[in-house]
């Protein structure tokens, strides 16, 4: 992760249990995506907001990655899902 990244994208908590938050600074995101740690797209989602609360509730225990993208660009980070 770079410092631009860290400046605008940001989730929270890290790791999650049930649902974390993403949020974009001065941007709406235009989708949310989550990927395994292999790469495999797992979920898909479309937004119009800066901020969203994703369920992770389904997803076994691991790593993941997000990607939120923008109508500027695109943001990838890691998480952890605990249960």
């Known amino acids: 992760e770079?410092?631009?990244?860290e400046r605008?994208?940001?989730?929270?908590?890290?790791p999650?249990?049930?649902?974390?938050?993403?949020s974009i600074a001065d941007r709406a995101i235009e989708r949310i995506e989550i990927y395994s740690q292999t790469g495999q797209l797992i979920?898909?989602?479309?937004?119009n907001?800066?901020?969203?609360?994703?369920?992770?509730?389904?997803?076994p225990p691991g790593n993941y990655f997000i990607r939120a993208i923008s109508r500027e660009e695109g943001f990838v980070k890691k998480f952890i899902v605990l249960h």
Do not use: C, H, V
């Not at 901020?51 to 389904?58: L, P």
């Open 2 to 5: 770079n410092f631009e990244t």
């Open 8 to 14: 605008f994208f940001s989730i929270s908590p890290k």
């Open 16 to 22: 999650a249990n049930n649902m974390f938050s993403i």
């Open 43 to 47: 979920s898909q989602t479309k937004s």
């Open 49 to 59: 907001k800066s901020q969203e609360q994703i369920d992770i509730s389904k997803l």
